[in-house]
């Protein structure tokens, strides 16, 4: 019965819908004479005297729904328009109830036509709402039809659902949003529900398939979303924009299903990194950088590992505050503490104050300035900050006797090109120099690519440009990267930080890194676009070469040194790398600390490179540094006396 309702052909359907169009006119008629009427004597008196109106009405009400194109009007596509023009049929149809009434001798009077008509009106509207609901209760028996549920009530929500109405094996049941204002309100005539109820959307209209509608929300949020809404066995895809209605374009074409596996041409490892929360269950946990992309991920995992306590050391007020809202929503079903601190890394007695009154067992340190043409171009900042922040960190942190430290670094900092590789480079440094001196720590640094979806990185860069037509830019053709999901990259980080032994610097087996071109062009497929280049004119977006960026490299490593070794887990590698003495570091440090308060960037970039000797800078300031920096190594190289 079900297969054969949903069958239906468009014909058929318009010519059921026609004759409960024309059936409804004998219900309305007897249903207004019972209202002029006592009794039912005078409503069979009345309808044998006025039965000859019916035939002519039938036929009548039958033209003008065809006329007005009302049959044509599919059940859910009922509303706004469509009932405005089932009030001019009952307005009509009572016009030719009091025109007929006119010629006949039994005349009735003129309340009789108006009360026909509204009753009609009444009728017609109701019916549409039964067969509606009929029909929504159909689908939901349904393996043929996909129920969808749409998160996000906004403009592109809106449009999409309206889209949807086209599509007969799709049905819209809801829209899903975090906005409290739209909770329990109706939009375009679907409920809106908030987002964690997601679940009991599901059950109830027993959803198949979420799209997420949300182009103003950060990529690494909406992968969170669609993470949950995956474990929970629904199919996800997403909208990439808005600004992909201009021209015309249907946003059915432009879904996409979510998930790093199309872009990093590879299968992602979520599943073979699914251990390692021994050491954070039951711990009390620091993330410095919580509020950051990569923090803000680690947050979400080790909460799902049941620590006893989170805190979020954060700098930013809003980052930390957005942090602290997710993570109390999180750390409901598993009971955990989530404790916000405002404050940097670089202030050792506030850094020691937390660590003490928390009795922290693990940190995760992932807070850094990680942009590289700003921290190219704010050396002494950003050195401050990745560096000596983590120095601070680290000495803190050991002298509280924190069980475990994880630095999290990049594969920048390998024969770093740039100030920023360099820092990471120098924090690693520091971390294995304390290692090295540490009975009660156990130290450790996790090294990886750039992470798909993380803030400035290039992922949302290109869908941005996407979204505004193009064109996507690209600093060189050739450019290659290693790439990880934000889900990837937190899992390392805790795995490794799980089995480290003191001093370990692990790196992803990633597989082969991608070049940016490519990226670029399978977002763009991805989008449901083409690109335009000399090969194809006519194509939607164009891809522009700007030239390399100050400090940027064509191709970034894993590591400096050959010889990786094999760990308790297959997909993670422990690299060796030199470190420097003991008395190395210290000079490296107080020298540093130095030039950061004379103020001069060429003294700090001097003390970078006799720290970090194999930092090659792709661009510098002034070609007086590059002088500085060759008098500093030539001095390096000169035997003792």
């Not at 008629?29 to 069979?44: C, T």
């Not at 997601?198 to 198949?208: A, D, G, L, S, W």
């Not at 374009?249 to 998930?259: D, F, I, N, Q």
């Not at 002298?399 to 990049?410: H, Q, T």
């Amino acid at each position: 019965m079900i297969r054969k309702v949903i069958s239906l052909t468009r014909s058929q359907k318009t010519r059921l819908l026609l004759a409960s169009d024309i059936l409804l006119v004998p219900v309305a008629f007897a249903s207004a004479i019972l209202l002029q009427h006592d009794g039912g004597e005078g409503l069979v008196r009345a309808l044998a005297e006025h039965w000859g109106f019916l035939p002519i009405l039938m036929f009548a009400a039958g033209a003008l729904s065809v006329m007005l194109g009302l049959s044509r009007v599919r059940l859910k596509d009922y509303a706004g328009g469509a009932i405005g023009r089932t009030a001019g049929l009952s307005a009509l149809l009572g016009l030719f109830s009091f025109l007929l009434s006119g010629i006949s001798e039994n005349g009735m009077a003129l309340g009789f036509h108006v009360v026909f008509a509204l009753v009609y009106f009444v009728g017609y509207f109701l019916a549409r709402h039964a067969m509606y609901w009929v029909l929504t209760e159909i689908y939901l028996r349904s393996h043929v039809v996909t129920r969808v549920a749409i998160y996000g009530a906004g403009r592109t929500g809106l449009t999409l659902a309206t889209e949807l109405r086209q599509h007969p094996q799709i049905m819209a049941y809801a829209f899903l949003d975090d906005n409290a204002t739209l909770h329990g309100m109706t939009v375009n005539g679907l409920p809106v529900y908030p987002g964690v109820h997601v679940q009991k959307v599901m059950e109830t209209y027993k959803i198949n398939r979420v799209i997420l509608a949300m182009p103003s929300v950060s990529f690494d949020k909406q992968s969170f979303i669609s993470k949950r809404l995956e474990k929970l066995g629904v199919e996800v895809q997403t909208l990439p924009s808005f600004a992909q209605l201009l021209g015309g374009e249907e946003l059915m074409g432009k879904l996409m299903p979510t998930g790093p596996a199309a872009l990093l041409a590879r299968d992602p490892l979520d599943e073979a990194l699914s251990s390692g929360c021994a050491a954070y269950r039951g711990a009390n946990v620091l993330i410095s950088g919580g509020g950051g992309s990569i923090g803000l991920e680690l947050c979400r995992q080790v909460l799902a590992c049941r620590p006893a306590k989170l805190v979020l050391f954060e700098l930013s007020e809003l980052a930390l505050y957005t942090a602290e809202a997710e993570m109390r929503l999180l750390a409901e079903t598993v009971g955990c503490e989530i404790v916000p601190v405002l404050g940097t890394i670089a202030d050792g007695v506030q850094v020691a104050q937390v660590l003490a009154a928390h009795r922290i067992d693990v940190v995760l340190h992932a807070a850094a300035y990680k942009h590289v043409p700003l921290v190219e171009m704010n050396a002494r900042a950003g050195l401050a900050n990745n560096v000596l922040g983590t120095a601070v960190l680290a000495r803190e942190a050991r002298e509280a006797g924190v069980k475990r430290f994880v630095l999290v670094s990049s594969d920048k900092a390998v024969r770093p090109g740039n100030l920023m590789g360099a820092s990471k480079r120098m924090a690693e440094l520091i971390v294995q120099d304390l290692s090295a001196r540490s009975n009660r720590t156990i130290f450790s640094i996790v090294r990886f690519g750039n992470v798909l979806g993380s803030s400035g990185s290039v992922l949302p860069l290109f869908q941005g440009q996407i979204a505004r037509g193009g064109p996507i830019t690209l600093t060189d053709e050739r450019v290659t990267r290693y790439f990880m999901t934000m889900q990837e990259a937190a899992r390392l980080v805790l795995l490794a930080g799980s089995f480290a032994e003191g001093g370990e610097v692990f790196v992803l087996d990633m597989g082969k890194p991608i070049r940016i071109g490519d990226l670029a062009r399978r977002l763009i497929k991805a989008a449901g676009y083409t690109v335009r280049d000399a090969e194809n004119p006519n194509g939607d977006i164009e891809i522009v070469t700007t030239g390399m960026r100050p400090g940027e490299k064509l191709h970034e490593e894993l590591m400096v040194r050959k010889g990786a070794q094999t760990t308790a887990h297959p997909k993670i590698i422990r690299v060796r790398e030199d470190s420097l003495s003991e008395i190395e570091m210290a000079a490296a440090l107080r020298d540093l600390r130095e030039a950061l308060e004379q103020g001069g960037e060429a003294a700090v970039i001097e003390v970078v490179a006799r720290a970090v000797r194999e930092y090659n800078p792709q661009s510098l300031p002034a070609e007086a540094v590059q002088m500085q920096i060759a008098k500093a190594r030539k001095a390096l190289e000169k035997p003792a006396e």
